[in-house]
């Protein structure tokens, strides 16, 4: 079974940056996909990125050219990179995996982290 434990959320102003962690157990990194989520009180999770089996990498509208999603196979680590914070930006941030047989979409996203709270101030 997938545990996902991200880390690396705080406070920061607006124009800065933060990166965000997430160390996956019980599954390569390498085979399964990962993403990562976020969510304001009172609105619905909404996707941020994904990175595919093989490395694709998909990112929301709101986020592409800011921030970036890797993966440190050695490290079972999932990151995002978040640059030229803004404060909509600010939210709780999920880490997430699609486990079994399942396509790499939002819809299919079945195991997930705590959250780690951004804020971003303006």
């Known amino acids: 079974q997938v545990q996902l434990v991200e880390s690396g959320g705080g406070s920061v102003q607006a124009g800065g940056s933060l990166r965000l962690s997430c160390v996956a157990s019980g599954y390569d990194v390498r085979d399964i996909c990962l993403g990562w989520f976020r969510q304001v009180p009172g609105n619905q999770r909404e996707w941020v990125a994904f990175i595919r089996i093989g490395g694709t990498t998909v990112y929301a509208g709101s986020v592409k050219g800011r921030f970036t999603i890797s993966a440190d196979n050695a490290k079972s680590t999932l990151y995002l990179q978040m640059n030229s914070l803004k404060p909509e930006d600010t939210a709780t941030y999920y880490c997430?995996?699609?486990?079994?047989?399942?396509?790499?979409?939002?819809?299919?996203?079945?195991?997930w982290g705590q959250g780690t709270q951004v804020t971003v101030s303006s």
């Open positions: 997430a995996a699609v486990v079994g047989i399942l396509s790499c979409v939002s819809d299919n996203f079945n195991i």
